[in-house]
T-cell receptor
Framework: NAGVMQNPRHLVRRRGQEARLRCSPMKGHSHVYWYRQLPEEGLKFMVYLQKENIIDESGMPKERFSAEFPKEGPSILRIQQVVRGDSAAYFC???????????FGPGTRLTVL | KQEVTQIPAALSVPEGENLVLNCSFTDSAIYNLQWFRQDPGKGLTSLLLIQSSQREQTSGRLNASLDKSSGRSTLYIAASQPGDSATYLCAACTSGTYKYIFGTGTRLKVLA
């Protein structure tokens, strides 16, 4: 049973470009969380999704960031018009349900030049 | 607003010691609390999940307790080993919300 998969593992973008981060949850998991870890800072919640629904996006910046978890395929975190301050490690986690433990992927390290 | 604090920020112990890591939270209405370890440059590995109705959970040499009234959770590691060296994180989910609030972690180094 494969764990949570994220790709790409490393992503380099120039300012103004778009970044797309993908997360494939563990088999059977329909709940996905996205977190951001800035250099020398802790993990910050961004968004919680279930299949086809955004449940809680209170941690998402109001502009340029969006997330989806379609019926088929991975969850996508999309960052439009990236700026240097978006450089961070982005982690996703999946779970069977809200009462169950989260399992984390290896993260995507985004560098904005 | 839930805030999670972990003390100490860093800890260095000789191999074989039993040790306790602390996690404090400001809102006692906890739905779940989960402990993780994070190795440098890697993702998080789940260690233990304590649900609101539980007081503790055990897995191997690890034991985590939850005391909602005092706003504390502790992670006990028995007979520590060099392979236990990592950053340990606790994360609390408050009732009525879906977001997990993470502490800033305790960096543990176990010396051989």
């Amino acid at each position: 049973n494969a764990g949570v998969m994220q790709n790409p593992r490393h992503l380099v973008r120039r300012r103004g470009q778009e970044a797309r981060l993908r997360c494939s949850p563990m088999k059977g998991h329909s709940h996905v969380y996205w977190y951001r870890q800035l250099p020398e800072e802790g993990l910050k919640f961004m968004v919680y999704l279930q299949k086809e629904n955004i449940i809680d996006e209170s941690g998402m910046p109001k502009e340029r960031f969006s997330a989806e978890f379609p019926k088929e395929g991975p969850s996508i975190l999309r960052i439009q018009q990236v700026v240097r301050g978006d450089s961070a490690a982005y982690f996703c986690a999946s779970s069977l349900g809200r009462d169950n433990e989260q399992f984390f992927g290896p993260g995507t390290r985004l560098t904005v030049l | 607003k839930q805030e999670v604090t972990q003390i100490p920020a860093a800890l260095s112990v000789p191999e074989g010691e039993n040790l306790v890591l602390n996690c404090s939270f400001t809102d006692s209405a906890i739905y779940n609390l989960q402990w993780f370890r994070q190795d440098p440059g890697k993702g998080l590995t789940s260690l233990l999940l304590i649900q609101s109705s539980q007081r503790e959970q055990t897995s191997g040499r690890l034991n985590a307790s939850l005391d909602k009234s005092s706003g504390r959770s502790t992670l006990y590691i028995a007979a520590s080993q060099p392979g236990d060296s990592a950053t340990y994180l606790c994360a609390a989910c408050t009732s009525g919300t879906y977001k997990y609030i993470f502490g800033t972690g305790t960096r543990l180094k176990v010396l051989a």
